[in-house]
């Protein structure tokens, strides 16, 4: 995401003819683009987008788990490796 949020703010800076990127070429705004692209498409093709979900879900079951336990006043701090 930081690599699309610099690409946004590269156009814009083009587009506005705002500082020293004004000057650049349109080529140098496409590349972080491109960049951005290839990292999705990476990122999705290797697996790493799925697993990073699965670790949110699992990271939240074993909070709601914690929170629950903690209500019916069971011991909670137990840790699993």
């Known amino acids: 995401m930081y690599l ?3 690409s946004l703010l590269f156009l814009a800076l083009k587009y ?3 500082g020293p990127i004004a000057q650049w070429s349109w080529w140098w705004i ?3 683009f ?3 692209a290839g ?3 990476w990122a999705d093709w290797s697996g ?3 697993r990073k979900v699965v670790e949110r879900e699992n990271r939240r079951k074993q909070q709601r788990i914690q929170r ?6 069971l011991k909670v701090d ?3 490796p």
């Open 16 to 18: 506005f003819a705002i």
């Open 4 to 6: 699309l949020g610099l």
């Open 48 to 50: 790493y987008t799925k």
């Open 34 to 36: 491109a960049l951005t």
């Open 39 to 41: 990292w999705w498409a």
């Open 30 to 32: 496409a590349v972080p």
């Open 78 to 80: 137990r840790k699993k």
């Open 68 to 73: 629950d336990r903690a209500r019916l006043g």
